[in-house]
């Protein structure tokens, strides 16, 4: 952990970058038989879930690259395996794609290579998480909210506010909340805090809950202490948070619609929501690696992942939505309605991660930067 947090504060401290990189990869050769990708839990599935859900098998086929995959269940462990190396790929998070590129473990892609870059909503194409100088360090993947997950026979009605999680009361079915929820085990949690804040306590003059004065930061910080004396567990991996909703109690927290999906297709007892101070959101790109071993194969994914069957089948099984708008017409899996009921026409309203950096927009360059959000959210959690 002290390693990561000294790269953390070398990166985030000063995210600057300089010169105009230059894609490495001019043309396209033979596979060179796998690709190697950090992804999140239930993004590269190959039917052993549910045979359904596949989008690996066909591809293996058709290049002769073997897919293997590696999950990691944060940013910051998305960060630490491509420090460590050995990958080809990883889809990265707004609050980690940054790093990866001022750091240098990923390569600008060459986009001319990827010839369904073309198809990709333009509302991602230039997203500023991973497009730097006008280069672009990788190929948008999915996006969508976290929202507030909660136990329907708990909550007859869906929760208006995330209240539910970082405050203590008497839940609707008379009983308290305390020990019955859970937070993000992840410093970017803080930007949740914020968010709550911002709405809650306007005085306070959060204008984007990334951006937070030393004043702003220290809100977020007590209210996340409250929400300590709460918490029964701090959830990263999103298959113990299932089984925590089944056989822990746990009755509301913040989530991501692949939860909930998972559980409303058991048959439990979930819903979700986003309460009225809004939610904030991910949106995941697909990064290769400065040194991949594999690269050739590794553009065949790319190109391979934004095919509208690909996109509308992982929006259907993760709850996300597509980075190609035609895939939400036509797919199976996803229904014709798929996209309008996971959010499709929601992105102005999330506040999709990213990673803090001390010189900030909205506060005059006087911002708390992520390691300090890193080291201090280990300290909430730890109680202090």
């Known amino acids: 952990m002290n390693s990561f947090l000294k790269s953390c504060t070398a990166l985030t401290v000063a995210l600057t970058f300089s010169g105009q990189a230059i894609a490495q990869v001019k ?14 839990p239930g993004y590269i599935e190959r039917g052993e879930t549910d045979k359904g859900y596949d989008w690996v098998t066909s591809f293996e086929k058709d290049t002769g690259c073997k897919v293997n995959v590696k999950t990691a ?19 990265a998070s707004g609050d980690a794609s940054l790093r990866l590129v001022a750091g240098k473990r990923v390569q600008p892609i060459n986009t001319d290579l990827v010839p369904s870059w073309k ?35 708990v909550f007859k009605e869906a ?20 020990g019955r929820v859970q937070a993000y085990d992840g410093p970017i949690h803080v930007a949740d805090a914020a968010n709550y804040l911002m709405f809650h306590k306007p005085e306070l003059g959060i204008k984007d ?5 030393e004043d702003q930061y220290k809100a977020a910080l007590d209210l996340l202490r409250v929400q300590r004396t709460l918490v029964g567990r701090y959830w990263h991996d999103a298959a113990i948070q299932v089984d925590d909703f089944q056989n822990e109690g746990v009755v509301a927290s913040g989530s991501w619609p692949y939860q909930v999906n998972t559980l409303v297709a058991a048959k439990k007892p979930v819903a979700s929501t986003v309460p009225e101070e809004g939610v904030t959101g991910w949106a995941d790109t697909t990064m290769m690696e400065a040194d991949a071993a594999h690269p050739n194969c590794a ?51 999330i506040k999709f991660w990213k990673t803090p950096v001390s010189k900030c927009a909205t506060q005059n360059d006087q911002c708390v930067p992520y390691y300090r959000w890193v080291s201090d959210y280990i300290g909430v959690i730890g109680g202090r």
Not at 74 to 89: I, K, P, R
Not at 319 to 344: F, H, I, M, Q, R
Request: charged residues 20%; proline residues 6%; contains cysteine.
């Open 27 to 40: 043309e396209l050769g033979k596979g060179e038989g796998q690709v190697n990708i950090v992804a999140w």
């Open 119 to 153: 198809t990709v909503d333009d509302r991602l194409k230039d997203a500023p998480w991973f497009t730097v100088g006008g280069v672009h360090y990788g190929v948008p993947y999915q996006w969508g909210p976290n929202v507030l997950m909660y136990n329907t026979e």
């Open 73 to 91: 269940n944060t940013s910051d462990e998305m960060v630490a395996l491509m420090n460590e190396g050995g990958f080809d790929l990883v889809t």
């Open 299 to 349: 553009y065949m994914w790319l190109e391979h992942s934004l095919s509208p069957k690909v996109q509308g089948d992982i929006s259907a099984w993760f709850g996300s939505l597509p980075v190609v708008p035609a895939a939400c017409k036509g797919n199976e899996l996803l229904g014709e309605e798929g996209c309008k009921t996971n959010g499709y026409d929601n992105f102005e309203k």
């Open 159 to 178: 929760p208006k506010s995330w209240n539910v999680v970082f405050e203590e009361m008497t839940l609707p079915d008379g009983k308290s909340n305390k």
């Open 209 to 213: 809950p990334y951006e937070l004065t």
